[in-house]
């Protein structure tokens, strides 16, 4: 009997310390995979995460540049009805006319262009058969030719007494005359120099030219009519030119009881 108490004492005494050791080493197992776990969630988590968002930079960057650009709504206008309107009479007038006159009396002997033709500057309108003029500048024309010659032998007159003088075989008295009459002879073929330029200038208003681009939108004489030159008053106009219609005005009377006032345009 008393070894068997003393060999169960001996078993409740090393029991114990058995159980302790069981239970540490459990625990100890229990903590390292606890650990284990929480890492490879971690690590789970964090690297999927991070490798996701890289993948998704270009598609992030992409939708950031279309989303920048700006949303414009663009609207067609439309013409609706007035909601007042004035209807009021107007003329439509060019900011140019011209009316032609003619600067030499005669009889229309050719018209190239009629009402409404377009004309350029420069072209030829009419032409005007003027009889005095032509024979008046003939006759100037001859008295030029005449006065030349006179004006010729006048130099060989002074010349020859100037030579003479000289020997003192004519007097200083002749000289002097020969002299004056070269110095007359010499204005006189001036003066018909300039009336043969005036006639000139009058036969070459001959021919009506047009001062401008435009439309003809006048013509008061035909073929064959007299016509006097200038614009004295009573004198009739042989043409009139206008400019282009691109370029003229609308005139119209307004009138003050009308309560809405017209814009431009």
């Known amino acids: 009997m008393p070894m068997q108490s003393e060999t169960e004492a001996q078993v409740v005494a090393n029991g114990p310390p058995n159980q302790s050791a069981f239970s540490g080493k459990h625990r100890a197992r229990r903590g390292w995979l606890a650990a284990v776990i929480v890492f490879w969630q971690s690590q789970g988590f964090w690297l999927p995460a991070f490798f996701g968002a890289f993948g998704r930079a270009p598609a992030v960057t992409a939708e950031t540049a279309a989303m920048a650009v700006p949303v414009v709504n663009v609207v067609s206008p439309q013409r609706t009805a007035p909601s007042h309107e004035i209807v009021l009479p107007g003329n439509v007038e060019p ?109 070459s208003f001959e021919k009506i030219y047009a001062p401008f681009d435009g439309i003809v939108t006048v013509r008061n004489v035909d073929v064959g009519d007299l016509i006097n030159s200038g614009s004295a008053p009573g004198t009739r106009p042989t043409s009139s030119i206008s400019r282009s219609p691109a370029n003229c005005e609308c005139i119209s009377t307004y009138p003050r009881s009308t309560p809405k006032l017209p814009r431009q345009g």
């Open 95 to 203: 900011y140019m006319t011209a009316p032609i006159y003619s600067r030499t009396s005669g009889y229309v002997k050719k018209w190239y262009v009629d009402i409404g033709a377009r004309v350029k500057k420069g072209q030829l309108l009419a032409e005007i058969d003027t009889p005095e003029v032509d024979q008046q500048l003939q006759q100037s024309r001859s008295n030029r030719a005449t006065a030349e010659a006179n004006l010729r032998l006048a130099e060989i007159t002074k010349n020859r007494y100037q030579e003479l003088l000289k020997t003192n075989a004519v007097s200083q008295q002749d000289v002097d005359n020969a002299a004056g009459t070269y110095n007359a002879n010499s204005s006189i073929v001036q003066a018909n120099q300039a009336n043969v330029k005036q006639l000139e200038t009058l036969q």
